[in-house]
């Protein structure tokens, strides 16, 4: 069975800091896809970033980064310029076969001014 | 972007009765719907997969007969809790996926309905 591990209940950094979320998995399979998804006060899940297995190349999205280490099942999450409104929980989430999401545990992170 | 509505938002039973929350996707066909729950400060856990047409596939340790789900059509998926108890109250959330998209690789999140049993 596939598991993500996120072990860093909860961080703070200041704003226009950059901080770093960090999120292991287990799986024995060689495709497959991972997430980061962000949940803010609201709830609602906004998805923030998506990496491919196959792709070596880490995925960017304007603020947000990852470094995926693949021999090291490891898939951290790199917020630049941090701001106000990334507070928020954040969970890194494994797929397989395009089947069903295995969400990690979930990081809480607070921006501080 | 594609959106998927919850409705209703918040709401109260009392113990013993059923309710029934709906997932809609509103701007485009939902093949695949999954069902989570969620507790304070907690993940999401998977409670079922349902495709348009068929019987919703349900993850182990989750009880069919009172978690029914109905995914009737290619934008509807209902989730009825039957004789609701304190334990039942959660965040339940729904998401939709769009394998015809571009961006079939993604799940699209509704909003999310609050139970709270009595």
């Known amino acids: 069975a596939q598991t993500v591990t996120q072990s860093q209940p909860e961080m703070s950094v200041q704003e226009a800091e950059t901080v770093t979320l960090s999120c292991t998995y287990d799986?024995?399979?060689?495709?497959?896809?991972l997430f980061w998804y962000k949940q803010p006060p609201s709830r609602q899940m906004i998805l923030v970033i998506r990496q491919e297995a196959y792709k070596q190349q880490n995925a960017t999205e304007n603020r947000f980064s990852v470094n995926f280490q693949k021999a090291a099942k490891s898939f951290s999450l790199k917020i630049s310029d941090s701001q106000l409104g990334d507070t928020a929980m954040y969970f890194c989430a494994f797929e397989l076969n395009r089947n069903k999401l295995v969400f990690g545990a979930g990081t809480i992170l607070r921006v501080k001014s | 972007g594609a959106v998927v509505s919850q409705h209703p938002s918040w709401v109260i039973c009392k113990s013993g009765t059923s309710v029934k929350i709906e997932c809609r996707s509103l701007d485009f066909q939902a093949t695949t719907m999954f069902w989570y729950r969620q507790f304070p400060k907690q993940s999401l856990m998977l409670m079922a997969t349902?495709?348009?047409?068929?019987?919703?596939?349900?993850e182990q340790g989750v009880e069919k007969d009172k978690f029914l789900i109905n995914h009737a059509s290619l934008t509807l998926s209902t989730l009825t809790v039957t004789s609701a108890h304190p334990e039942d109250s959660s965040f339940y959330i729904c998401?939709?996926?769009?394998?015809?998209?571009?961006?079939?690789?993604?799940?699209?999140f509704g909003p999310g309905t609050r139970l709270t049993v009595t």
């Open positions: 349902s495709n348009e047409g068929s019987k919703a596939t349900y």
């Open positions: 998401s939709a996926r769009d394998w015809s998209g571009l961006r079939s690789y993604e799940q699209y």
């Open positions: 799986t024995s399979e060689n495709n497959y896809y």
